[in-house]
């Protein structure tokens, strides 16, 4: 097993230094899905439901999410974004939607964080929105599904060894 880079010889919680690590271009693209009832999924696709526009918030709401991730998530480094954005795809076979997410930046560490938090923020912005309609809602599989930049280079999801 790897030793984890976030704690010290004794344990503790550090942030690490990467100061000496070099810049390149990094990217990074995550996914999660939301299922619901199809006539739940229905409204949200015709806009009528009654907090408004569903799948523009979850997009802003990603967006917004990502640009705040390291005060979201501990030890996050803070990166200057180049590039966030979110598609947000009706799949009637769950039925709901599927986020794909991504982020991009020219820095010493990566933004998997910042994509995986944008999928994840827009997932519970459409929960939030559609509760009143559909309680049963049910996130899953969000996750990384590509990466590239930095020493590990490219990775890809089903294609080898994670980075």
């Avoid at 996914?31 to 918030?57: H, N, P, R």
């Avoid at 799949?91 to 998997?112: F, H």
């Avoid at 459409?126 to 599904?145: G, H, Q, T």
């Amino acid at each position: 097993m790897k030793e984890l880079t976030h704690l010290d010889s004794e344990g503790r919680a550090m942030m690490v230094n990467v100061g000496a690590k070099t810049d390149s271009s990094r990217f990074a693209r995550a996914e999660g899905f939301i299922s619901m009832t199809a006539a739940t999924l229905d409204i949200i696709v015709q806009g009528t439901l009654k907090k408004g526009d569903v799948v523009a918030a979850a997009r802003i709401a990603g967006i917004m999410a990502a640009k705040r991730t390291p005060d979201l998530i501990p030890l996050c480094h803070p990166l200057s974004l180049e590039d966030v954005g979110l598609e947000i795809e009706v799949d009637r076979s769950l039925p709901g939607l599927r986020i794909v997410s991504w982020a991009e930046a020219s820095g010493k560490t990566g933004v998997e964080m910042e994509a995986l938090t944008a999928a994840t923020v827009a997932l519970l912005t459409i929960y939030d929105m559609a509760k009143s309609a559909d309680r049963e809602m049910e996130i899953s599989n969000v996750r990384l599904v590509e990466k590239r930049g930095g020493k590990s280079g490219h990775w890809k999801r089903g294609e080898g060894a994670s980075p």
